[in-house]
């Protein structure tokens, strides 16, 4: 009998792709993790953006098979707040929208930057500047990523860049500041998103393949590796084989007995925790002009309290009542309340005097954001080392230790069977 821990998508797609025997653990008393979806006063709200980037068109159509209906195809309309001007994103191939002095700076930033050897590895402030230059990476990349990952950039790597910012050439960026950009840049341009339901029908979808496997509300406590056995829910449960999704940190904290070599390591694996507002409003005559074509806007400077702020109605029309729109803002900054942010957002145009607002809602995510520093390779390694030879295998965006999306959760689901012996 094998054991998964965590009903997420992927420890759902591990189940529905298991050929033996198995369980599904579940702490809470729904499945989907991060990406479960909340219905609330006629709207519906995920866990912040949670989108398929599926570029397998064999994971599209298992997902369409699943949920029974054919997801919209959507082409991305996403841009940047900066200076109360609306640009479209990336930055780095938008230049013309700048001032001219910011256009300068940028300009002779990308022409006189340090010719250096760019590796994996590099501390990302000087990845930024080596690659951009030093007035992109002052306008946009330093102040943006500052505020997503809240930690200290030259601790963090630019191993997780790839395939998340674009790069265009030096030409390219140079000239977008004289014309507008043709060209899409960015591996989620296009995307893929359910009619109706929010990214739970996803979820859904598999758990009605695998549900009789399931056991919600049963919290893993203990896990016992030499023994090949697990206390969950207050009952102990022996494995063949263990698949954890859960965060990895908590995959080593709930294991006994570890070697010294391995608990001296869980202090490496760091992270980010990110507060999802959801706020569901009523429109008296028409969606805020900031907000209109937009999926989502990226907010870097530093008098903004989130980072990002989407639209979920502009991407489904089923996500809110007529005459309503729903949001989400993203913030790492857990003081961030509903009285500070209402204000900030009506100083922007995002909600106005006249706006009814229907829903509010606050979903913490203690995970959101795994930091790629300079240890975690050779952590990840030597972890993965001891855990795979006791018949542990650690798996998804979290089990992983990465930055990953959807589509990625369900092809290491598939994969993993090839790789357990």
Same mark, same amino acid.
């Given at each position: 009998?094998?054991?998964?821990?965590?009903?997420?998508?992927?420890?759902?797609?591990?189940?529905?792709?298991? @050929?033996?025997?198995?369980?599904?653990?579940?702490?809470?008393?729904?499945?989907?993790?991060?990406?479960?979806?909340? @219905?609330?006063?006629?709207?519906?709200?995920?866990?912040?953006?949670?989108?398929?980037?599926?570029?397998?068109?064999?994971?599209?159509?298992?997902?369409?098979?699943?949920?029974?209906?054919?997801?919209?195809?959507?082409?991305?309309?996403?841009?940047? %707040?900066? @200076?109360?001007?609306?640009?479209?994103?990336?930055?780095?191939?938008?230049?013309?929208?700048?001032?001219?002095?910011?256009?300068?700076?940028?300009?002779?930033?990308?022409?006189?930057?340090?010719?250096?050897?760019?590796?994996?590895?590099?501390?990302? &402030?000087?990845?930024?500047?080596?690659?951009?230059?030093?007035?992109?990476?002052?306008?946009?990349?330093?102040?943006?990523?500052?505020?997503?990952?809240?930690?200290?950039?030259?601790?963090?790597?630019?191993?997780?860049?790839?395939?998340?910012?674009?790069?265009?050439?030096?030409?390219?960026?140079?000239?977008?500041?004289?014309?507008?950009?043709?060209?899409?840049?960015?591996?989620?341009?296009?995307?893929?998103?359910?009619?109706?339901?929010?990214?739970?029908?996803?979820?859904?979808?598999?758990?009605?393949?695998?549900?009789?496997?399931?056991?919600?509300?049963?919290? +893993?406590?203990?896990?016992?590796?030499?023994?090949?056995?697990? %206390?969950?829910?207050?009952?102990?449960?022996?494995?063949?084989? %263990?698949?954890?999704?859960?965060?990895?940190?908590?995959?080593?904290?709930?294991?006994?007995?570890?070697?010294?070599?391995?608990?001296?390591?869980?202090?490496?694996?760091?992270?980010?925790?990110?507060?999802?507002?959801?706020?569901?409003?009523?429109?008296?005559?028409?969606?805020?002009?900031?907000?209109?074509?937009?999926?989502? %806007?990226?907010?870097?400077?530093? @008098?903004?309290?989130?980072?990002?702020?989407?639209?979920?109605?502009?991407?489904?029309?089923? &996500?809110?009542?007529?005459?309503?729109?729903?949001?989400?803002?993203?913030?790492?900054?857990?003081?961030?309340?509903?009285?500070?942010?209402?204000?900030?957002?009506?100083? +922007?145009?995002?909600?106005?005097?006249?706006?009814?607002?229907?829903?509010?809602?606050?979903?913490?995510?203690?995970?959101?954001?795994?930091?790629?520093?300079?240890?975690?390779?050779?952590?990840?390694?030597?972890?993965?080392?001891?855990?795979?030879?006791?018949?542990?295998?650690?798996?998804?965006?979290?089990?992983?230790?990465?930055?990953?999306?959807?589509?990625?959760?369900?092809?290491?689901?598939?994969?993993?069977?090839?790789?357990?012996?």
């Amino acid at each position: 009998m094998n054991i998964i821990i965590g009903a997420g998508i992927t420890g759902l797609s591990c189940g529905y792709f298991s @050929k033996e025997p198995y369980i599904i653990f579940e702490k809470e008393n729904t499945v989907g993790g991060l990406c479960k979806s909340v @219905k609330e006063n006629g709207f519906t709200f995920d866990c912040s953006g949670h989108f398929l980037h599926i570029k397998n068109i064999k994971i599209k159509n298992l997902t369409e098979k699943l949920l029974g209906q054919k997801l919209l195809k959507i082409k991305r309309k996403s841009a940047i %707040l900066f @200076k109360d001007k609306v640009i479209p994103f990336p930055f780095q191939t938008n230049l013309c929208y700048l001032d001219e002095k910011e256009k300068k700076e940028c300009i002779e930033g990308i022409r006189n930057r340090k010719n250096i050897k760019i590796y994996n590895d590099m501390p990302f &402030a000087e990845w930024a500047e080596t690659t951009f230059g030093k007035g992109i990476t002052k306008y946009f990349m330093r102040p943006y990523n500052q505020k997503l990952w809240n930690c200290n950039l030259k601790q963090l790597t630019a191993a997780w860049t790839a395939p998340f910012v674009p790069k265009p050439s030096v030409k390219e960026i140079e000239q977008s500041a004289y014309k507008k950009a043709k060209k899409e840049y960015g591996y989620n341009g296009i995307f893929y998103y359910p009619k109706s339901g929010g990214c739970q029908t996803i979820v859904n979808g598999f758990y009605k393949k695998v549900k009789n496997n399931v056991f919600l509300n049963t919290k +893993t406590e203990k896990i016992d590796f030499k023994n090949k056995r697990i %206390l969950a829910g207050g009952k102990y449960y022996f494995y063949d084989k %263990l698949i954890s999704t859960q965060p990895l940190r908590e995959l080593l904290l709930q294991t006994e007995n570890l070697p010294k070599n391995i608990s001296s390591l869980i202090k490496n694996l760091e992270y980010t925790t990110t507060r999802c507002i959801n706020i569901g409003i009523k429109y008296r005559k028409d969606l805020p002009e900031i907000l209109k074509n937009i999926h989502w %806007l990226y907010v870097p400077e530093k @008098k903004y309290p989130f980072y990002r702020v989407g639209v979920y109605s502009n991407i489904s029309p089923f &996500a809110a009542p007529k005459k309503c729109f729903g949001l989400y803002i993203e913030t790492t900054d857990l003081n961030c309340n509903r009285e500070n942010l209402i204000t900030v957002l009506k100083e +922007t145009g995002i909600i106005r005097d006249d706006d009814r607002i229907l829903s509010f809602n606050t979903i913490d995510m203690k995970y959101a954001y795994v930091i790629y520093n300079k240890e975690r390779n050779a952590t990840l390694k030597a972890i993965n080392k001891f855990l795979n030879e006791n018949n542990i295998f650690s798996i998804g965006r979290y089990g992983g230790w990465e930055y990953s999306f959807m589509e990625r959760n369900i092809i290491d689901a598939k994969n993993i069977y090839g790789n357990i012996k």
